[in-house]
């Protein structure tokens, strides 16, 4: 090889120097690839369990509306009603697995029904109340009938009862509005995210209240007027630390404080919005502090020349041109609070929440916590609806992710 004259040497070098970087590309492509098929695998299988959950099985019922609305039982009415569509049931087990077609809570939707009907007392009508979750699952086709009954928790003279009703067309399914307005329930077929949501949104409403202010009043002062000495490195050392520690320290922080000495309530969305903001206010200073530094120090220097104040040169000229990044690492820091769970937990976030909240002091949840708890429950149904709401927060984090990014090309200078 050094016997080979100079301009061949070059070549040769040439040549492997191409063909590492061509092997450097394709391995760059490669995992690309596989990192965006196992990106596509995962959506597919989530998006294949949670669009079932989109749907609920409705069964039409012929029922005799009460004319004592307050008094009435509407548990033996609906009992009734379902007799009086299958007269040959007789033995004490072919009613009870009967009565097991409908949700539990279909008593509660025809007590609903009749109070918002109140002129149809003592008349038949028609309503459509919610099947269980093993009938809405074999009408969705999770669950097959040629599996064994244990398996599909349905027996077979069950799988009658409903062939007849199909047969009539008294089943079908319909948009589940119940999983966005209902709170969480025992009941697979019952239970929805309306509380859950309303904890997230309260939660981060408190957490941009007040680490958007206080972290971007942090990354002013300490870009542009505190003195650069050992006590603004060691706290600019520790604000780059605590970006990294894990969120499940920020929870033992906030029981520890706002529960055990300040005494706030626990599974409180203003608990919740405290602890998120502890974890989001690095994010929000070193985002700022980045975008701050971005400006050109002759923005500075002009704004000085024509006598600004150091105040007014900040505020009116080096700060909005920052804003951009500014509002980018806020809302950053939010949708990455937005899916934490373990700081959730550790206030008490995970209680089985029923009550939609109406204020920041109520008890809620929030999504991340609401798959936490559905994604443990051994019924077969809550699988959709885990999956269905990994999708919502998903929704969530793409818009917010989309917000940051209209922001920053809306607000954004050129200099």
Known sequence: MNNLPRSQRIVSGLKARHRMERIFRAAGFSALLLGVVFLGVLLVSITSKGFLAFQQTKILLEVNLPFDINSANYQSIMKKTLRDMFPNIETRREKKELYA???????YELKKFTEQNHHNAGRTVDVWVTASDDVDMLIKGAVSRD????????????????????EKKLIETRFNSGFFLNGDSRE???AGIAAAMMGTFFSLIVCLLLAFPTGVMAAIYLEEFAPKNLLTDFIEVNINNLAAVPSIVFGLLGLAIFLSIFGLPRSAPLVGGMVLTLMT???????????????????????????????????????PLAMPGVLTGAIIGMARAIGETAPLLMIGM?????????????PATALPVQIFLWADSPERAFEE??????????GFLIVMNMLAVILRRKFEIRF
């Open 147 to 166: 599996d064994q009954p244990e398996v599909r928790r349905l027996s077979d003279v069950q799988l009658v009862h409903i062939d007849r009703l199909i």
């Open 350 to 362: 995970v209680a089985f929440i029923v009550d939609i909240p109406k204020t920041v002091l109520d």
């Open 281 to 319: 206010l690095p994010t929000i200073i070193i985002a700022g502090r980045a975008s701050l530094k971005a400006v050109p120090p002759s923005i500075r220097e002009a704004a000085l020349a024509l006598g600004a104040s150091k105040v007014q040169t900040v505020f009116h000229h080096v700060l």
């Open 188 to 190: 697979p077929e019952r």
């Open 385 to 394: 609806r885990t999956a269905a709401t990994i999708l919502v927060l998903l």
């Open 101 to 107: 077609i409908v949700s539990s809570g279909a008593a």
